[in-house]
């Protein structure tokens, strides 16, 4: 191999080999100064990608906690109304439900139906379920449906607590419109 490289260098100009040596030079240095650099700039790298990871966490936790609070006072205004009417005049549940979903299609919540579960305090598992629903965000549909088992129909419903209060349950596929709610 060196009697290689000996006899291919002996057949070109001294010009020629100047530059090569110079040229190999420029190289080494321009690697060693590029590892460098990148040795010392890998610190600074990653601590910017930390800064920019924890703010886009904050805002998407601030965006987050925004929607959470929408829609608990969307819910909230519904069951201070609801309240105040009698749970058999069925017009005025009705009126509820829509004037929650108008109310909700102001803002940017993604929430697509409402309902009302009405049941003795004896049996929680058997009611009336009054369903409003979007369909197409131009046309509002309601309907009364008669629940025999309500664990049956909403499997989550029975981990939600028995309080008065909100309540998020878990993620779950609807089985109606086959998409991810809570």
Avoid at 92 to 97: E, N, Q
Avoid at 122 to 130: E, I, M, Q
Avoid at 143 to 160: D, Q
Wanted: aromatic share 12%; proline share 3%.
């Amino acid at each position: 191999m060196k009697n290689i490289l000996r006899s291919w260098l002996s057949r070109h100009s001294l010009n020629f080999k100047l530059n090569l040596g110079i040229l190999t030079c420029v190289g080494l240095g321009y690697l060693g100064l590029a590892a460098l650099i990148s040795e010392q700039s890998a610190p600074i790298i990653q601590s910017q990608i930390e800064t920019n990871a924890k703010i886009s966490v904050e805002a998407y936790i601030a965006d987050f906690t925004r929607i959470v609070t929408a829609a608990e006072r969307v819910v909230l205004n519904a069951k201070n109304t609801l309240e105040q009417v009698d749970d058999s005049n069925v017009p005025s549940l009705r009126m509820v439900l829509y004037s929650a979903l108008k109310t909700v299609d102001k803002t940017d919540l993604n929430i697509i139906d409402a309902w009302v579960y009405v049941f003795s305090p004896d049996d929680v598992s058997r009611g009336n379920l009054y369903l409003s629903k979007f369909y197409e965000k131009q046309y509002i549909a309601f309907n009364m449906e008669k629940i025999s088992n309500l664990y049956n129909r909403f499997p989550w419903f029975k981990e939600v607590p028995k309080k008065e209060k909100i309540y998020w349950s878990e993620p779950y596929i609807d089985q109606e419109t086959g998409r991810t709610v809570i």
